[in-house]
């Protein structure tokens, strides 16, 4: 589905990290959607553009190991002069909510983010708890205010689109009633959906308790239980809301496929923003020299 036929609501709270770790991985991803943040995994094309998703909400994380790939550098010496151009790089829009990290121990390098004020982390991260110890103890911090994680909800909206289709089903004295209609939005508690005839609306009241089965071209999945929170007459709307931790609710099969949905969406909605804003000035190639020479 193409990114210009869905809207995101309410921008999340990113996590930009360039060079994430290979392990950290779907199940992390998950988890962290469940708490109103996206992982972005940034590119290196990607880099000059970053600060278009920057806000109150948005950390960064920068692999120095991984940059090195790119624009590799043989000596020492020139590491130096690749890190004081990433310093001058970060320092142009994100010294306070940005951190490096590099396997690299050596001293000079610790000391020359120190007098910058950028934080540095020389640990080698391939070992997966050094990796999750940096994203809950130092990154997830800078998303909150006075240690308290500030709650945004995410919903990914299909106002121009048909192509999920979801069927209600409810019991109605012991016979299953079922009712059709058009995802309109998707979080990772409820959802809205469009019937297709607005008579439907009237077995649906508030509280009601409903299953849903949604279903697309490439996938679909199923919420076992769920309660009818929202209904609008004039545009045959219903909302409904269920507990994504609770596999009562949702199985965790189904909770994983819907969260892919929400995470390609954000995904291709923070892409976009990038390729947008792309500006010149912060050209890391240009800034740290190409090819790994230096100018």
């Known amino acids: 589905m193409s990114a210009a036929h869905r809207q995101i609501s309410v921008i999340p709270k990113i996590i930009s990290w360039f060079g994430m770790p290979s ?11 469940k708490r109103d943040i996206f992982l972005h995994d940034a590119r290196f094309e990607q880099l000059p553009g970053l600060w278009a998703i920057n806000s109150r909400f948005t950390a960064y994380a920068f692999n120095l190991d991984r940059i090195l790939e790119f624009l590799p550098f043989p000596r020492l010496s020139g590491v130096m002069v690749l890190a004081r151009r ?9 010294p306070h909510n940005a951190l ?5 121990l050596n001293k000079d390098i610790r000391y020359l983010f120190e007098e910058s004020g950028i934080s540095l982390y020389q640990e080698n991260l ?3 708890p050094k990796a999750l110890s940096l994203l809950h103890n ?4 800078i998303l909150t205010i006075e240690n308290r994680p500030v709650r945004k909800f995410i919903r990914v909206g299909f106002e121009k689109t048909h192509d999920y289709r979801v069927t209600l089903k409810l019991d109605t004295d012991g016979y299953e009633e079922q009712i059709s209609g058009i995802l309109k939005d998707l979080s990772l508690n409820g ?3 469009t019937l297709n005839d607005h008579r439907a609306l009237r077995r649906l009241p508030l509280r009601t308790p409903v299953k849903a089965a949604i279903r697309h071209a490439q996938t679909h999945f199923q919420i076992a239980t769920a309660f009818v929170t929202r209904r609008d007459e004039n545009s ?7 507990n994504i931790q609770d596999e009562s609710f949702i199985a965790r099969h189904d909770a994983i496929v819907l969260s892919r949905i929400i995470y390609g969406s954000l995904q291709e909605f923070t892409s976009g923003k990038i390729k947008t804003n792309l500006r010149e000035e912060f050209d890391l190639r240009a800034a740290l020299g190409k090819q790994g020479k230096l100018t």
């Open 86 to 94: 990433l310093i001058q790089f970060i320092s142009g829009f994100c």
């Open 126 to 128: 391939e070992y997966k």
């Open 138 to 141: 130092h990154l997830l911090p």
């Open 191 to 193: 959802a809205g959906i």
């Open 100 to 104: 490096v990290h590099t396997r690299i």
């Open 236 to 242: 045959r709307e219903v909302g409904i809301n269920f």
């Open 23 to 33: 392990h950290i991985g779907e199940q992390e991803k998950f988890e962290l959607l």
